[in-house]
């Protein structure tokens, strides 16, 4: 097997599409929003990317039947807008895996003639986020990609994210502005410990107001209930005393 192989699976034509990078993160933000609107708007398949770069297993479907783990793009229509989503269950292994996977995700792009991008994902607060006050941060490749964000609900603040943003997120911006590509991350306040719908919602509502589409928020919403129902088992068991520590909750997800 090659270090990357891109399996095509269908070539439809997109009109002005936008790429959207949802992969694993702090609190599975950008996976839960790319994977929401694959499923809401019944997404169709378009690449598929193996790399060695991904741990070496297989996953396994309801009737035993396994599949190599890799990566997805899906081609979107919301309402009208094309988008190209990318998803999947894991990021590279190594610092080089990121930059030579990142490199090959914005060849797809590229490919479907995706000339602006948007990279999901969470920013940790390390705490609960009081009622439901889930803000977006964002980081653009270029100042003039600040256009029309703060208006869609982005906040942009000084020197955050500390310490920048890591993995194929940052080098979508990174690698993806030196391409050219109008790129912005877009990044939802979570703790940081556990799966965080809410603010995947967050994410989503911004999304779509910078984008111009709508999508119904019912699944997320239900998997938000869920999840604080989980956290509240969690603080009965710690006897009210408030989220246990990271290392208590590193198993959820």
Same mark, same amino acid.
């Given at each position: ?24 993160? &702090? !609190? =599975? +933000?950008?996976?839960? &929003? /790319?994977? =929401? ?27 035993? *039947? ?8 899906? =081609? ?13 269950? =894991?990021?590279? %292994? ?13 060849? &797809? /792009?590229? $490919?479907? !003639?995706?000339?602006? /991008?948007? %990279? ?5 607060? !390390? ?11 964002? @980081? ?13 609900? *982005? ?6 994210? %500390? ?19 109008? /790129? ?6 979570? #703790?940081?410990?556990? +799966? ?6 967050? &994410? ?5 107001? @910078?984008?111009?589409? $709508? ?8 998997? @938000? ?16 005393? !408030?989220?246990? #520590? ?8």
């Amino acid at each position: 097997m090659e270090p990357i192989d891109i399996e095509v699976v269908s070539d439809p034509d997109l009109e002005d599409p936008t790429f959207i990078e949802g992969l694993p993160g &702090v !609190g =599975h +933000v950008g996976k839960l &929003v /790319a994977e =929401h609107l694959v499923e809401e708007f019944d997404g169709t398949l378009v690449r598929r990317v193996y790399t060695t770069q991904f741990p070496p297993q297989v996953t396994v479907d309801d009737e035993g *039947v396994t599949e190599l783990t890799h990566a997805e793009f899906h =081609h979107v229509d919301a309402e009208g807008v094309d988008l190209l989503v990318l998803t999947g269950d =894991h990021q590279a %292994a190594s610092n080089e895996g990121h930059y030579t996977l990142t490199d090959a995700f914005l060849d &797809v /792009a590229e $490919e479907f !003639g995706c000339e602006r /991008a948007f %990279a999901l994902g969470g920013v940790p607060t !390390g705490e609960l986020i009081e009622d439901d006050e889930y803000d977006v941060l964002g @980081a653009v490749s270029d100042r003039d990609a600040r256009e029309g964000l703060e208006e869609a609900g *982005v906040e942009f603040r000084e020197d955050e994210p %500390a310490g920048g943003i890591v993995g194929v997120s940052g080098l979508v911006l990174g690698l993806g502005g030196r391409r050219g590509l109008n /790129a912005a991350c877009l990044m939802g306040e979570t #703790s940081g410990y556990l +799966v965080d719908p809410k603010s995947a919602q967050a &994410v989503l509502e911004v999304l779509q107001n @910078a984008l111009g589409f $709508e999508v119904d928020f019912a699944d997320l919403e239900e998997r @938000a209930e869920e999840m604080e129902e989980v956290v509240g088992k969690i603080q009965e068991m710690q006897g009210g005393g !408030g989220m246990p #520590s990271e290392d208590e909750l590193r198993y959820i997800g």
